[in-house]
């Protein structure tokens, strides 16, 4: 485990290019975990989502996240779990969630909105091998 506090101040620009590929690895991922919402996002904002989920319920599970990882800003964790259920509500669609998020790279970390149909041992297994694939696609 790193010893410093990630470094979520450092916006990390991403090509076309990689968009494409992380959305292709989210969707992978999302099927993976019976269709389980995941997102790519920094600053509070979606880069990449995938699973059954409109725009508006990814950008409020990367607001989600981003204001668990700011109220830990100093510590060196690199991945949390949150136990308290979030409710996300759009429209007719309302989803009780628990949250998994590991950091990326810079201020990028991948969120996945988890129900408890899903291991633990078996979500984090998928989480961090998604993160490794997307530090391989996007730090030079």
Known sequence: MEDTPPPLQQRVELTSEQAAAAKRLLTSL???LES??????????PAVFAGAIPPSIA???AQTADR?????????????????EEVFEEDDLRLSLLLYSVHIH??????????????????????????????TLLIP
């Open 36 to 45: 389980m919402p995941v997102v790519l996002a920094q600053d509070g904002s």
């Open 106 to 135: 810079g201020a990028l970390t991948l969120s996945a909105g988890w129900q408890l149909s899903i291991s633990l041992t078996q979500l984090r297994a998928e989480m961090l091998d998604a993160r490794e694939s997307l530090r």
């Open 30 to 32: 999302s099927v993976s």
């Open 59 to 61: 950008a409020h599970i």
């Open 68 to 84: 668990h990882w700011r109220e830990g800003a100093t510590r060196p964790a690199r991945e949390f779990m949150q136990f308290q």
